[in-house]
């Protein structure tokens, strides 16, 4: 069964670091999203992208965060300057109709 | 606003007994409605999901949930847990004029004991 597949599973970076985490979307899928869910809470919505551009974002989804699509395989999430705060677990999803959505294995964010 | 509860942070049952995880959703319209389990380090594992139709839907390992309208529940059942049921079980929504976005439940960790 096709898989979304996330890398590194973990990443340490100090504090004030730009950090890249990786997605590698199905590949027939439109539709690319990212969650968060810092540990003991809730899994909550950070942003969507379709045809190249955000095409929704939650309030959590500042200036220090963005998204692109590099080469038409890859999905990426980029914090600019890490706070420990956004030591989190990250999943990407992606989506082919209204009801396909898969999610990755997540990478799991530490900032110390 | 939109919001999903799981009311109970954990469940514990003796392996062979039935099991309910508990989900209540607050949602404009008729959502979609789903359940996911977290295994220790891993990813969301889709469950099962209820879109429209019999109340009852089945998924997979056995799962089944319950969809009441009036009660805006979708509770998750198992006629028999299993050890390797025990997880982190999420219940979550997607309103269906947007489905880009997910509102998940905080999670129950369900604790099956031999």
């Known amino acids: 069964e096709p898989e979304v597949t996330q890398t590194p599973s973990h990443q340490v970076t100090q504090m004030g670091q730009e950090v890249i985490l990786r997605c590698v979307p199905i590949s027939n899928h439109l539709y690319f999203y990212w969650y968060r869910q810092i540990l003991g809470q809730k899994v909550e919505f950070l942003v969507s992208?379709?045809?190249?551009?955000?095409?929704?974002k939650s309030e959590i989804f500042d200036d220090q965060f963005s998204v692109e699509r590099p080469d038409g395989s890859n999905f990426t999430l980029k914090i600019r300057s890490t706070k420990l705060e956004d030591s989190a677990m990250y999943f990407c999803?992606?989506?082919?109709?209204?009801?396909?959505?898969?999610f990755g294995s997540g990478t799991r964010l530490t900032v110390v | 606003a939109q919001s999903v509860a799981q009311p109970e942070d954990q469940v514990n049952v003796a392996e062979g007994n039935p099991l309910t995880v508990k989900c209540t959703y607050s949602v404009s319209g008729n959502p979609y409605l789903f359940w996911y389990v977290q295994y220790p380090n891993r990813g969301l594992q889709f469950l099962l999901k209820?879109?429209?139709?019999?109340?009852l839907v089945k998924g997979s390992y056995g799962f089944e949930a319950e969809f009441n309208k009036s009660q805006t529940s979708f509770h998750l059942k198992k006629p028999s847990a299993l050890v390797s049921d025990s997880a982190l079980y999420f219940c979550a929504v997607r309103p269906h004029e947007n489905f880009n976005k997910f509102y998940f439940g905080s999670g129950t960790k369900l604790n099956v004991k031999p």
């Open positions: 209820y879109i429209t139709g019999d109340n």
């Open positions: 992208f379709y045809n190249n551009e955000i095409s929704e």
């Open positions: 999803a992606s989506r082919d109709s209204r009801y396909g959505y898969t």
